[in-house]
Each structure stands twice: as C-alpha cells, then as structure tokens.
C-alpha cells in the first residue's frame, strides 16, 4: 500500500496541502474530488513521484509499480500507435530482442550450440511466465476497447490529434497493468462506448486505483470511497457521489449550526459587557465574560454549495415545430457520404441528447441547423420565432481580447438579466476581480467558462450545446443541470455526461450508420435499451447456429424406419417491415459484422503465433540433427 504522513506543498506561497494523511490499500478504487484549483493534480504528481513533499513523507514499498496518466500529454512519439503501447512492456521487448539474437546465433552451428540452447530455454521460460507470447493480442485488444480500429496500430502515434494520444497512453498504462493507476481526467478525452469499456475494464482490475474525474457516473460505478481534498485537507466520504453530496451537505448543515451557535454566544456575551462595564458590583463578571470571549476560538464560516438563483429566461416562445430536417444528406467534398436521407423534427419544450462514436458526425449535425454548413441535399427549417444560442466545441473564437470578462458577457447580455451577471459568473469561477481579467490572457478552459456564460443570460429559446461540461468543475456542472431542468425552451445537447444526461434529457437519438436512431427517456434507458437489444441478437444469433447444426445432423443421417414424418406449413411471406424492425436489423448486422472482424483479428494473431512458434521448432530441428552441433 502508498502511505502519504503529514504531506504539505505549497506553489507561490499558497499552501496546496495542509498536512495530508492517506492510505491507499491494495486493490481499492478511489475517488478524488474537489473543486477546480483544489490541488487533486498535485496530489497525483507527489503519489507518481514527480514532485517532491515540502514537508512530510510519501511511503511507497519497494519494487511497488506506479502508473500515472496525466490530464495533458506534451511530447507526440514518431513510434506508431502498437509500438508505443508494447514499449510500456520494456522486460518483455528485452526479452524477445535476446531471443531473436540466440536464434540469429543457432542458425550457425559451433562449440557454443548447446550453451545457447539452455540459454533460449531459460529466456523463453521467462517470456512465457511474463505472459510475452500475449502482449501484442492485448495491446491490440486495450487499443480497440479505446477506440482504435486496426488501420490505425500501424499509423504514428504523431499524426493523432491529443485526445486519440491520450487514449494510446492510457492503453499504454493498462497493458503495465501497474499495482496503483492514477488516473487524472481519463473520461475527457472518450466516447461514450470507450467510456464504458473502460469502465469494465477497471471493473476487473485486480490494482488499486485513484481517479481524479468529473463523471459522476463513472465515479458511482467504479469508486469505493471518495475523497473530497479541500482547503489543502482530505474527507472521506462513501462511494456513491450521491450518498457523497447529501454527507457533504450535512456536514456544512452540521457547521453552519455551531457557526451560528457561537455567533450568537459572542453577540450575548458582548452585550452583557456593554451592558454592565460601567456596574463595579458586575466588575468581576465582566472580567470573567471577557476572559471566556479572548478563549472562544473563532469557527471558520462554512462553505456554501453554489446554486444558480435564476431560471434561464426566453424572449419569446418559439412556434410547435422548432425544427424540421428532411431527407439531408451531406458529405465533406470529397469523402464518403456523412449523412443519408436524414430525418430529424424537434417540437417546442424537447430536451434531447445525441450521441454516438467519435467521428459518427454529432458536431457537422449541430453545425447543419445552425447553418454553419449547407447539406448537398435535403431541407433543414427553423420553425417561426426560433432564436438559437449555440455554444460549440469552441466557443472561444468570438470573444474580444481586449474585453474583460465582465464587458464580454454584459455586451450581450439582455437588459433584464445583467442583475445576474455576477452571480452567473461566480458559479463559473469568475469572483471579485477576476471578472476584470482581459478575456486574452485567460486559458482555455477559463475563455470557454466565459463563453457558456454567455450562452446562458442569452435568452435563446433553443440551446445547442457540444460537450458544455468540459471545462466545469463538479459544483458547476450541477449548477448548470438546475438551470437546465427549469429551462422552458428547446434543448439538444451533446455531452459524454451520462449523469448529466440522466438528470436533463427526455430523448437520446443516436447516430448509427449515417442514420438518426430515436430513443424516449434518459441515458440510462437508452444504454439498458441497447444491452438488451444486443442480447437479442446475440441469443437469436445462437438458436440461428444451434438450428443450423441439427438441420445438418438430420439431413446427414438417415431415418429409422420407426422415424415419424410431420409437414410443417410454410410460413407466409411477411409483410412490409416497419421502422423499428429495419432498425433493429440494421444493428443486428452491425454487431455480427464487429464481432466477426473481431474473432478474424484473433484468429489472425494466434495464425501468426504458429507460423512463429513453428518456423522456431524447424530451426531447432535442424540444429539436432547436424552432427556438428
């Protein structure tokens, strides 16, 4: 286990940790939560060992393995895809490279011949007990599970945008299969099938872990404690990020009490004093009421958990049909077909999630109804009275530089809401002077915070929002969920937040297969949909399988004489096929199709290991029956 005794660390003078104790065990999973500045990145850096404690120890038992996946990766490998995961295996690679040298070494037979053979056998028994002979299959496997297909194994790693380079270290990490992962941010840079993969994969991690996220669902699947880190000091808390707000909202309950307690001790005894300093028969009371305030320790005034107090405000209602898109197809010239035959109708009051795979086209369909882009075919219509607010993926290129963060905001802020502006502003992490801060020295995420602020006290009556809570801590993210619920306009929202998804939406549509696939509820029903589905196909696929063997078994065999005949009736042609039947055909075949180029892949790989382990035997074959050797 990691033991932290005492730690303390401070950057420009201000103090990050206060004297932090914790206790990793073996094979738990943790949560570290704590808002954005809150110093869960530093704790992480001073675990993995690249910082240094400035006070207090950090005790890691020897030869304990450490992986650490940083939130920003800053050096891009020329090493393609694989070779940058299987060099996470550096024994291993070793290994096979002595290997091959032995082998170079036997195919000239000489005195040394039966050194070198027990030399082989050591290092292959080493390789085989490392688990050498699998390490490529699971690469390729971690690689696939995030999203890589297997064009891309061989492709630089440099030629990857940094998200698809985060999703290869991670991988990179998986395959070390380390004794304790830090996982700083994993989710931000997934989609949400990744997402999920990994999330079973961490299932079944036999490590411990620590993660450090934003996903409140993937913290209530995966963590068995969390760990709040604020004012430089750790609180556990339960597992659940649910069960953690209402134990927090407690505590700070429990805290304003004795705060108020006390005020109100303080107020009564200085009144008395006031009361009777001039009384000499009170003298000694006085002295004693004096004596009792110089020794009450002040209480730090409790923390109060942020909410937005105002409702998201539309000018006016827009018509029954906010949009309607008909028969669009569209495609980046050149290039396949993005879209075809596109159908989609949004009604007024329509909370909706899109989802879908990374490069599936959920950006380019926001980017259509704004009509940013124009499709080659189809219509796409704006009902009546229908103002869209869009913020997008980057929102940052609108904003003035020269602007302070309060002059952007307010320049487009309509004149009913600019008594919110502060108060949105606080919520984003913008308070007392920092809302005088020019928008061109803030950071990215600070300029997309400024950005979604924007989008807020706009009074749109139809909000188009590509991933808004990137950029948000988890106090802000809840604040904009309150927002959002009470939101009496349009909504279509695209979001790797399955919780904030959950607590929002009324529809999922997913895009699968150039199509838009519609689903009533929230996420949860939409992934519990899915799964069953799957299973559908999947049993169906083994009766298939199952009857197809029987059938082969009878027709192979001939019947008894005591064999009974019966003629079934033929089935009658069936009817025209609705929507939801074409649909569900349509998915069935996309998972045969993924999970037979999966077992091919397979197949392929264990092929290679026996043209290998075979072309090895024939080597050595040949080395025992010269009578040289």
């Known amino acids: 286990m990691v033991t932290l005794r005492n730690v303390y660390y401070s950057i420009a003078g201000r103090k990050i940790l206060s004297g932090v104790s914790w206790t990793i065990p073996p094979g738990k999973r943790l949560a570290l939560v704590g808002a954005n500045g809150s110093g869960k990145t530093t704790l992480l850096k001073l675990i993995a060992q690249e910082l240094t404690p400035q006070e207090g120890e950090i005790i890691v038992p020897r030869n304990f393995r450490l992986g650490y996946l940083p939130q920003e990766i800053l050096n891009f490998p020329h090493s393609s895809v694989l070779e940058h995961v299987l060099q996470g295996r550096p024994e291993i690679l070793k290994l096979e490279q002595e290997i091959q040298e032995l082998h170079n070494q036997l195919t000239t037979p000489g005195e040394k011949t039966n050194q070198l053979l027990s030399q082989l056998g050591s290092l292959e028994e080493k390789f085989q007990a490392l688990a050498g002979y699998q390490v490529e299959s699971k690469a390729k496997i971690y690689l696939s599970g995030l999203g890589f297909s297997p064009h ?27 004794d304790l992962l830090l996982l700083d941010e994993p989710t931000n840079h997934l ?9 079973q994969y961490l299932l079944e991690f036999k490590g411990a872990v620590v993660i450090v996220s934003h996903d409140r669902y993937f913290i209530d699947r995966l963590a ?28 700070i309950e429990i805290q304003r009490k004795k705060y108020e307690e006390q005020l109100a001790e303080r107020e009564r005894i200085l009144r008395f004093v006031q009361k009777y300093r001039s009384d000499k028969k009170r003298a000694r009371q006085v002295q004693s009421r004096l004596k009792l305030l110089e020794k009450m320790q002040p209480l730090t005034p409790p923390p109060s958990l942020p909410r937005l107090n105002f409702h998201l405000s539309i000018t006016s209602l827009s018509y029954k049909d906010v949009l309607i898109m008909e028969k669009v197809w569209f495609r980046f010239d050149p290039g396949d077909w993005l879209f075809r ?7 007024r009051g329509a909370k909706t999630a899109l989802v879908g795979p990374n490069g599936s086209g959920k950006t380019t369909l926001t980017r259509l109804i704004t009509g940013e882009l124009k499709p080659q075919k189809g219509r796409i219509r704006l009902g009546p009275r229908t103002q869209i607010g869009y913020y997008s993926q980057q929102p940052t290129s609108t904003l003035n ?16 809401r600019l008594l919110y502006v502060r108060e949105v502003l606080g919520i984003f992490q913008f308070k007392g002077e920092e809302i005088n801060k020019k ?12 950005s979604l602020a924007k989008i807020l006290l706009s009074s749109a009556n139809f909000l188009i929002m590509d991933e808004p809570t990137t950029h948000l801590d988890l106090i802000a993210r809840e604040a904009l969920e309150e927002a959002l619920r009470s939101y009496e306009g349009t909504l279509l929202i695209i979001s790797h937040d399955r919780y904030f998804l959950d607590r929002i939406v009324h529809q999922v549509i997913e895009i699968n297969n150039k199509q838009l696939i519609p689903y009533p509820g929230n996420y949860t029903y939409y992934s519990t949909k899915k799964k069953s589905i799957h299973q559908q196909f999947v049993l169906a696929e083994q009766k298939q399988k199952e009857s197809s063997t029987l059938k082969s078994s009878s027709f192979s065999s001939e019947p008894s004489s005591s064999s009974t005949f019966t003629t079934a009736k033929t089935p009658s042609p069936p009817g025209r096929k609705t929507k939801e039947q074409r649909r569900r055909e349509a998915e069935a075949r996309q998972a045969i199709s993924q999970k037979r180029r999966s077992l091919q892949l397979k197949i392929k790989e264990i092929e290679e290991r026996i043209m290998s382990l075979e072309n090895r035997k024939k080597a050595l074959e040949e080395i025992l029956a010269n009578p040289q050797t």
């Open 341 to 347: 035959d596109l159908e989609l109708h949004l009604t």
């Open 152 to 178: 891309d194994f061989h492709r630089p790693l440099s030629t990857f945008s940094g998200g698809w380079t985060m999703r290869a270290y991670l991988a990179r990490l998986l395959l070390q299969a380390p």
């Open 191 to 199: 989609d949400l099938v990744a997402l999920e993969w990994l999330e």
């Open 401 to 416: 530089p020269e602007s302070s963060v309060y002059e952007e905001v307010i320049a487009s802020t309509p004149l009913d």
């Open 224 to 251: 068995d404690e969390i760990y709040e880190l604020e004012n430089g000091l750790l609180t556990k808390y339960p597992g659940r990020y649910s069960l953690y707000l209402e134990e927090k909202r407690k505590k």
């Open 439 to 450: 928008i061109g020295v803030l950071s990215g995420g600070e300029k997309a915070r400024v």
